[in-house]
């Protein structure tokens, strides 16, 4: 069988899905009782990061670790991707050195070059349309508070961006409701919106704030301004006027609706403090899950779950 990338959550069937976070889970209960779980000993991993990153790259780096392997860490000024050589030629060399690959880059299709030229497996760690290992680590999430994912609600306000793009196809997986409400121009990729509801995804966009969040039981946001997008920051301030998550907008949704962020967040901007910092938030159980998720998915995309169940892994 081919190998094993995961360039967005289409490259995950749903049983795959399931046994990843049932391996997720007993390795986040593993590492808690400082078990060791060595189920990667002596891999590497290259980390090819066109952006910065706090989250995802010292969740892979602790990860990979934490397997018993080691990580070998790439920003843009060492690789140059497109400059001092093709992705192509980035994908051919590290397949020969390492065992894995983490990409953070800004077209899709780079990573996509990359990829198709490896032959070891490459993860996305995010691209400007998509962003698979938070929106897994964010159900896995919403697992642990909710107990399941089929029913719920989950409303997104802000940019129509690589997040919701994710979201949409989470949605084709899981039998949850996805709306998203944005300025007008600010919608999410057609092609994307397209490609979910047509594969049996529940999505819905809209200009209306409380169309999406009322009876939610989830309210997402991201920055309005993601990376790459810098010079456009004043513009998309003003565009996002009324988008923000404050207590007004969570008064809308279902009472104890749980809030959520990808992080970094723009503190006063996409999301109050109050919100933030406050009861309903779960956003560094989010940021912590990244972790145990992306560990079984290493351990996926490397070992495969050999037809067993996730949890017995290893
Ligand atoms: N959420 C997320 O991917 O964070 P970083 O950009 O810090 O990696
Ligand atoms: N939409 C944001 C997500 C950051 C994790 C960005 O691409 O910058």
Known sequence: MGKRDLLSLRDLRREETDKIFSLTRRLKQEQKRGRAHRLLAGKILAMVFEKPSLRTRV???????QLGGHAVFLGPEEIQLGVREIAADCGRNLSRWVDLIVMRTFSQHTLEE????????????????FHPCQVLADCFTLL????????????????????????????????????????KGYEPNAEVTRAAKENGGRVGVTHEVEKAVRDADV?????????GQEREFEKRRRAFQGYQ????????????ALVMH????????????????GPQS????????????????????LKGFRGSRGGDEG
């Not at 990829?115 to 400007?128: E, K, Q, R, S, Y």
């Open 219 to 227: 309210i997402y946001t991201d920055v309005w301004t993601s990376m």
């Open 262 to 277: 990808c992080l970094p967040a723009h503190r006063g901007e996409e999301i109050t403090d109050a919100v933030l910092d």
């Open 245 to 256: 998550v404050n207590q007004s907008v969570v008064a809308m949704a279902n009472r104890n």
């Open 114 to 129: 990359v990829a198709g030229h490896a032959t070891i497996p490459v993860i996305n760690g995010l691209t400007d349309l």
């Open 282 to 301: 779960v956003v560094l159980d989010q940021a912590e899950n990244r972790l145990h998720v992306q560990k079984a998915v290493m351990v996926w995309a």
């Open 144 to 183: 642990e508070h909710k107990g399941s994912l089929e029913g719920l609600k989950v409303a997104f306000l802000g940019d129509g961006n690589n997040m919701v793009h994710t979201w949409m196809q989470a949605a084709e997986k899981f039998s949850f409701s996805f709306s998203v409400a944005c300025p």
């Open 59 to 65: 969740s892979f780096e602790t990860g990979i670790f």
